[in-house]
């Protein structure tokens, strides 16, 4: 693609799965997009490229990308896509208002509600996007994803419209943005399916038997219908996110029998690859998740309106303990299964 000068600066900051798959797909049709990157991961994309496959490595394309490593580099960027994970949003910010204050339009692809506290408090044109990508890093500069997906997105209280036109149409060939106009009942429909990051991440299911399926496909079905609860009894309404199983077939699941919600779950799950939770506390052996960020948030919503979660906070709070753990140990189906059982009776 040739330089075109006109092109605002695009700076995507943070360059793990997502934010590199981003930068991937847009360089080819926005060239003044640029990856602030950092370590190996800087070194290896600078000396061999951008690596991105979808499922298989058979299928990998190499892309030549611009990297950056510090906001210094583009002091007139107009606009920031932050594609870092809650816990390192702080930081974030304070560094991008550092070097170039409240001037950029911030595009944030956080899971959940956190960034609407953080955000605000440095920056007065925020857009918030769901994005509804399964993307992973093999290695530095390698990153892989199932489908391309989309990103919906939109503003509190739906302003910046001509410039989400803008950024659509400017994307549009790499990637798809979709303006939503009822944002929060988007973060919250996806939030339902991010409750299941927890409960892949703490059960062991890759070696589930007859017996124990039942078992995990009523424990899956009931924690997420338990979170629709949560969140229409908050106000919350199904925003309709192409690629996610509407709430109404959820519902109408968890009320089969769990041999048949058990074989449903693990059909589902069949060449799913590791969820962002996984990816932290498994594959990366990290202290730190997005429970507090996700789960947790709902089960304060829950207790701020007087109802009962049992599926909900016994994932949570064996999350919470067992994540604590070095190394980590996922759980047994049984052994979740108890337990809940007993906050049941």
């Given at each position: 693609?040739?330089?075109?000068?006109?092109?605002?600066?695009?700076?995507?900051?943070?360059?793990?799965?997502?934010?590199?798959?981003?930068?991937?797909?847009?360089?080819?049709?926005?060239?003044?997009?640029?990856?602030?990157?950092?370590?190996?991961?800087?070194?290896?994309?600078?000396?061999?490229?951008?690596?991105?496959?979808?499922?298989?490595?058979?299928?990998?394309?190499?892309?030549?990308?611009?990297?950056?490593?510090?906001?210094?580099?583009?002091?007139?960027?107009?606009?920031?896509?932050?594609?870092?994970?809650?816990?390192?949003?702080?930081?974030?910010?304070?560094?991008?208002?550092?070097?170039?204050?409240?001037?950029?339009?911030?595009?944030?692809?956080?899971?959940?509600?956190?960034?609407?506290?953080?955000?605000?408090?440095?920056?007065?044109?925020?857009?918030?996007?769901?994005?509804?990508?399964?993307?992973?890093?093999?290695?530095?500069?390698?990153?892989?994803?199932?489908?391309?997906?989309?990103?919906?997105?939109?503003?509190?209280?739906?302003?910046?419209?001509?410039?989400?036109?803008?950024?659509?149409?400017?994307?549009?060939?790499?990637?798809?943005?979709?303006i939503s106009q009822n944002i929060q009942d988007a973060i919250h429909t996806k939030l339902v399916f991010n409750l299941s990051n927890?409960?892949?991440?703490?059960?062991?299911?890759?070696?589930?038997?007859?017996?124990?399926?039942?078992?995990?496909?009523?424990?899956?079905?009931?924690?997420?219908?338990?979170?629709?609860?949560?969140?229409?009894?908050?106000?919350?309404?199904?925003?309709?996110?192409?690629?996610?199983?509407?709430?109404?077939?959820?519902?109408?699941?968890?009320?089969?029998?769990?041999?048949?919600?058990?074989?449903?779950?693990?059909?589902?799950?069949?060449?799913?690859?590791?969820?962002?939770?996984?990816?932290?506390?498994?594959?990366?052996?990290?202290?730190?998740?997005?429970?507090?960020?996700?789960?947790?948030?709902?089960?304060?919503?829950?207790?701020?309106?007087?109802?009962?979660?049992?599926?909900?906070?016994?994932?949570?709070?064996?999350?919470?303990?067992?994540?604590?753990?070095?190394?980590?140990?996922?759980?047994?189906?049984?052994?979740?299964?108890?337990i809940i059982r007993q906050k049941l009776n």
């Amino acid at each position: 693609m040739e330089e075109n000068l006109n092109l605002p600066d695009v700076v995507i900051y943070g360059a793990g799965a997502i934010g590199a798959s981003v930068c991937g797909w847009l360089t080819p049709i926005y060239n003044k997009v640029y990856l602030l990157a950092r370590g190996k991961n800087a070194q290896a994309i600078k000396s061999k490229g951008l690596t991105l496959y979808q499922n298989s490595l058979d299928n990998k394309q190499v892309i030549n990308v611009n990297i950056i490593e510090d906001l210094d580099e583009k002091p007139n960027a107009t606009i920031v896509i932050i594609a870092v994970k809650n816990y390192d949003l702080e930081e974030v910010a304070k560094d991008i208002y550092s070097k170039l204050g409240d001037k950029p339009i911030i595009v944030a692809l956080q899971n959940g509600v956190e960034n609407q506290t953080i955000l605000p408090k440095y920056f007065s044109k925020v857009i918030y996007g769901v994005i509804m990508i399964s993307a992973w890093r093999n290695e530095p500069g390698v990153f892989g994803h199932r489908i391309k997906g989309y990103v919906i997105f939109g503003t509190l209280n739906n302003t910046l419209q001509a410039e989400m036109k803008d950024i659509k149409n400017s994307f549009s060939g790499g990637l798809k943005f979709r303006i939503s106009q009822n944002i929060q009942d988007a973060i919250h429909t996806k939030l339902v399916f991010n409750l299941s990051n927890s409960i892949l991440t703490l059960i062991n299911n890759t070696e589930i038997d007859k017996e124990s399926a039942p078992k995990f496909g009523h424990i899956y079905y009931s924690t997420l219908v338990e979170g629709i609860n949560i969140l229409e009894a908050t106000g919350f309404k199904e925003h309709r996110l192409p690629g996610l199983v509407p709430w109404s077939v959820l519902k109408k699941t968890a009320k089969e029998s769990n041999e048949i919600s058990g074989t449903m779950v693990l059909n589902q799950l069949k060449g799913v690859s590791p969820n962002s939770m996984t990816q932290d506390i498994i594959i990366r052996q990290k202290a730190q998740s997005e429970l507090e960020h996700l789960n947790g948030y709902l089960i304060n919503l829950a207790k701020n309106l007087g109802i009962s979660a049992p599926y909900n906070s016994t994932i949570y709070e064996l999350c919470k303990f067992q994540f604590k753990k070095k190394p980590f140990k996922q759980l047994e189906v049984k052994d979740v299964w108890e337990i809940i059982r007993q906050k049941l009776n």
